[in-house]
């Protein structure tokens, strides 16, 4: 056995154990009565299963892109499209396929050829609904995929890979930061909204997470406004219209 296939078998040993990780999460919120209704989180022990659930699976699709990257795929070809994850609309909109990407081998998630099952945190992990979202908002506790410019970190502006999963609870937003060594997201500063692109839904040059190379400049950096976040790969932050988010760097640039 070569070395470089030595590497990639590693590198997909370490996307099960993730994967698996995330999974036994789940599990075990599920025996504790993860089925209840919006306002799902009562205590401070679910809401660490709930943020132990979230870090994992963040986790696991980091390494799932960098097992991708390890075999020869390019940032521009990965493809983060679902036919799970949704945005919200009526009907929903599912996350658009990476028109580079022409077959499995650079696709993230398993409904749509790639490798790892989707895992959704509505409602179990959110916020009871407080405002009616339009359809330029994510749906809650579906994790979604944009180009940031993440505050000291990378050199390009708007070109690192970020997930996301908006509207989450406030108890579950606190316990992910306690997790992670990060302040309370409650008492820092709100963060704006710091997405490039519409995240996946639109096949538009310039509105995918794939689009590296178009600036846009009316975002401002993850990290400006709440500067405890800065330079950080994952935690959880306030932003404007979308409550709670956790965000999670995939790819630096």
């Known amino acids: 056995m070569t070395p470089s296939n030595k590497k990639f078998q590693s590198g997909n040993v370490m996307v099960i154990i993730l994967i698996g990780i995330a999974l036994f999460a789940a599990l075990a919120y599920a025996i504790k009565g993860g089925s209840a209704p919006s306002s799902a989180v009562r205590t401070t022990a679910e809401a660490n299963i709930l943020a132990d659930k979230i870090i994992a699976y963040g986790n696991a699709v980091e390494a799932t892109v960098a097992d991708l990257m ?15 994850f949704k945005r919200w609309t009526s009907p929903t ?43 330029d908002r994510l749906f809650p506790g579906h994790p ?37 060594g990060l302040p309370s997201a409650a008492t820092s500063a709100q963060e704006s909204y710091f997405s490039k692109g519409k995240e996946a839904h639109n096949a538009g ?30 935690g959880c932050v306030r932003i404007a219209n979308l409550g709670n988010v956790y965000f999670h760097v995939m790819v630096t640039r």
Not at 73 to 82: A, M
Not at 206 to 221: I, R
């Open 144 to 180: 979604a995929f944009c180009r940031v410019d993440v505050a000291k970190m990378g050199g390009a502006s708007s070109n690192d890979i970020v997930m996301k999963i908006a509207a989450l609870s406030t108890e579950v937003c606190e316990a992910i930061n306690s997790k992670l």
């Open 205 to 234: 040059v310039g509105d995918n997470y794939w689009s590296l190379d178009v600036p846009d400049a009316s975002m401002s950096p993850l990290g400006d406004e709440n500067t405890a976040i800065a330079g950080k790969t994952k």
């Open 93 to 135: 909109i599912n996350w658009t396929s990476n028109a580079n990407c022409a077959s499995n081998t650079c696709r993230v998630f398993k409904s749509v050829g790639g490798t790892l099952p989707e895992v959704v945190f509505y409602p179990d992990a959110t916020a009871p609904y407080t405002v009616s979202y339009s359809t």
């Open 70 to 84: 390890g075999q020869g795929v390019q940032v521009h070809q990965i493809d983060f499209g679902s036919t799970v």
